[in-house]
């Protein structure tokens, strides 16, 4: 846009609306400007003002027009159409983008060379110090899985800092910038700050070094009371209701709000906190909290449900907080839970009471750890027949808050993968090394701190086939009906995998499932300075998108330990009986899911309904509030997922009929 001078009309009609400056020769102005638009403002330094040409209606139709009006501006420039107005002290040294509304504000001001929280250090997951993560605008989760978890590799950390620092060097400036179509109403003291285009930020208490990296597609909103220091807020985020916000990275889709308060934290996509706190921890995608007594401290969490009281503590009280505790993707904390660290919970696991013993569940997944007179007791595999389980996994991916096209965490919903499936692989193993060194007929069982009953370790071995037999069949099923297929031969073919990348172990980075060995090539990758950040988030979007191929790589491999022989040597009766044991796998699933679902609608669950009548009131007012067991849609879907995979385990066993006769 050209500037011009201001002209000597222009000066006077400026002066004789209530209007001064240092030097008028400093002010530049737009072609179209027109000072009838600007009152009351007092000039320091270089500006630059756009044309004022708008008119605002806001909310309840009062109808002003844009201009600048009650102001003090320093080395500022204002785009077109912007409105300024009631600026009780001052903006200094910022660009105000067009179409921008700026009312009723304490102060907007730039006072040094800055980042704008990018490059910020946050301890996360231990408060004393040595995991350090320097934040900035594209972080990501894996990234900073990363940068937390895998300083056994100090080259490669160093390597990754120093880009960072590299990044957010170029992110410096003495000058703040407020983008197109921004909103800042009724807001204190905003220093230091970076605000993306179509943000809204009303009643703000306090903002301080920081970046709001909000967009056209993904708004942030930020309202009354909010008070951020030394921060990065990703886009579509929403915080309000004097939520604090210090040290912290927070990533895309998250909203806090009702007091919530997060220090020293990074929060990833999706997340939610309300009432509670938040100190040093590492919060993966969809980490939720929700009550004001529950607080999250010093752990790794994802996908986690927090109940109300939920509490860990970190503390080796001589020494201070050094301990830390991770809670694997899908974890839940009952109401009144406790930890101490260290511990660490396997996936998709129910954490019930206080745990003191520092258990160690990760390789027996979907568990249930209950206190019991002060001991840690663990149920395997419970939680893959329950209907919270699977209701989780299908309200995942429809509550993806992000709106951003160019979305920052990579992430897997998937509830079987490699990565649980290995666990449950490996907690068979587990169970079938206790029962032969304790004995077949011992009560009780003892692991990793915590004590397994006899009839939980058989019913968990069993659970645990039941899981891996429905995974492999799935991919074994996903594979051959997507081919084209007449013999043998061609069944053979058709099952070949696509590549090697998959084989061996399989980690979840905060979201990012992937093999192991892939991991680690791009981490050799970064450590011999071969990877810049760019080319990082691009290597784990292309891990994502060839999940599929990576797993049929790992569930062959398996499938072959399950056959006894090679791809290449599988037959006809082999590839039957793994479909049969699928589809016999899914029914009994979803049958044990069916009747877990079955309680929520049992005579207990309608205690307190129909209180001033009988029995048959009480049912009625519970089946007019809840619905019938009958036409529940969770459970109807149950139902119809039964049908729909016995039907495709034999139309692929009918395929499968039809080559046995060639």
């Given at each position: 846009m050209a500037f011009r001078k201001l002209t000597a009309q222009e000066i006077a009609q400026l002066e004789a609306q209530g209007c001064s400056a240092e030097n008028w020769a400093e002010i530049e102005v737009a072609e179209a400007f027109d000072a009838q638009y600007v009152h009351h403002t007092r000039f320091s330094g270089h500006n630059r003002l756009g044309a004022f040409k708008r008119e605002i209606t806001l909310p309840g139709g009062l109808k002003i027009h844009s201009g600048i009006y009650n102001a003090t501006l320093h080395n500022c420039e204002v785009g077109n159409d912007a409105h300024l107005y009631n600026i009780h002290n001052y903006i200094a040294n910022y660009h105000i983008g067009d179409n921008t509304c700026i009312e009723n504000v304490n102060a907007i001001l730039v006072d040094r060379k800055t980042t704008f929280g990018n490059g910020v250090r946050v301890?996360?997951?231990?408060?004393?110090?040595?995991?350090?993560?320097?934040?900035?605008?594209?972080?990501?989760?894996?990234?900073a899985y990363i940068l937390t978890l895998y300083r056994h590799r100090p080259a490669m950390i160093h390597e990754l800092e120093r880009r960072i620092d590299e990044y957010a060097e170029a992110q410096a400036s003495d000058h703040g910038y407020i983008g197109n179509n921004v909103h800042i109403l009724n807001c204190g003291s905003i220093k230091n700050v970076k605000v993306g285009d179509f943000a809204e930020l009303t009643g703000v208490s306090r903002l301080k070094n920081g970046t709001i990296n909000s967009n056209e597609a993904a708004p942030v909103r930020l309202g009354s009371g909010v008070k951020c220091t030394d921060f990065i807020i990703a886009s579509g985020v929403e915080i309000g209701d004097s939520t604090l916000v210090d040290k912290c990275f927070v990533g895309q889709g998250c909203i806090f709000d009702k007091h919530y308060s997060a220090g020293e934290s990074l929060f990833f996509s999706n997340c939610q906190g309300m009432h509670g706190e938040a100190c040093a921890i590492f919060a993966g995608p969809y980490t939720v909290t929700h009550h004001k007594s529950t607080l999250l401290i010093a752990g790794m969490f994802s996908f986690l449900n927090a109940g109300s009281g939920s509490n860990q503590s970190n503390h080796m009280y001589k020494l201070g907080p050094i301990h830390q505790g991770i809670a694997e993707r899908g974890a839940k904390t009952t109401s009144d839970s406790y930890l101490l660290w260290p511990s660490k919970v396997g996936a998709f696991s129910l954490v019930m009471g206080r745990h003191t013993h520092h258990a160690d569940t990760s390789d027996l997944p979907f568990s249930y750890l209950i206190e019991n007179n002060s001991d840690s007791y663990l149920v395997p595999g419970a939680n893959l027949r329950t209907v919270g389980t699977i209701r989780d996994a299908q309200k995942w991916p429809k509550r993806d808050n992000r709106k951003d096209p160019h979305k920052l965490d990579q992430i897997n919903f998937n509830l079987l993968s490699p990565y649980t499936v290995q666990k449950m692989w490996r907690g068979r193993e587990v169970l079938n090394e206790l029962e032969a060194l304790s004995g077949e007929n011992t009560e009780v069982y003892g692991y990793r701190n915590c004590k397994i009953r006899n009839s939980s370790l058989k019913h968990g071995r069993e659970l645990y086939t039941i899981g891996i037999q429905k995974f492999l069949g799935n991919s074994l099923i996903s594979r051959l009906e997507k081919k084209e297929w007449k013999t043998i031969e061609e069944v053979r073919a058709a099952l070949q995998p696509d590549s090697q990348a998959g084989l061996g172990d399989w980690v979840d980075m905060a979201g990012l499932i992937a093999p192991r060995g892939e991991v680690s090539k791009m981490l050799?990758?970064?450590?011999?300075?071969?990877?810049?950040?760019?080319?990082?988030?691009?290597?784990?979007?292309?891990?994502?998108?060839?999940?599929?191929?990576y797993e049929w790589t790992w569930a062959?491999?398996?499938?072959?330990?399950?056959?006894?022989?090679?791809?290449?040597e599988v037959t006809l009766p082999q590839i039957r009986e793994t479909i049969e044991a699928w589809r016999d796998a899914v029914v009994k699933l979803d049958r044990m899911v069916y009747d877990d679902a079955r309680k929520e609608f049992d005579l207990n669950s309608q205690t307190g309904f129909g209180v001033d009548g009988d029995r048959q009131q009480a049912e009625a007012d519970f089946e007019e509030v809840r619905g019938s067991f009958e036409s529940n849609s969770f459970v109807k879907a149950v139902l119809e997922h039964i049908e729909k995979k016995t039907a495709l385990g034999n139309r692929i066993l009918e395929r499968l009929s039809a080559v046995s006769h060639q």
């Open positions: 301890p996360v997951m231990n408060e004393g110090g040595g995991r350090e993560i320097p934040i900035f605008n594209e972080l990501s989760a894996s990234l050799d990758a970064i450590e011999a300075g071969q990877m810049s950040l760019e080319a990082i988030q691009t290597c784990m979007e292309q891990m994502h998108a060839n999940y599929y191929s062959l491999d398996k499938l072959e330990q399950v056959w006894g022989c090679p791809v290449n």
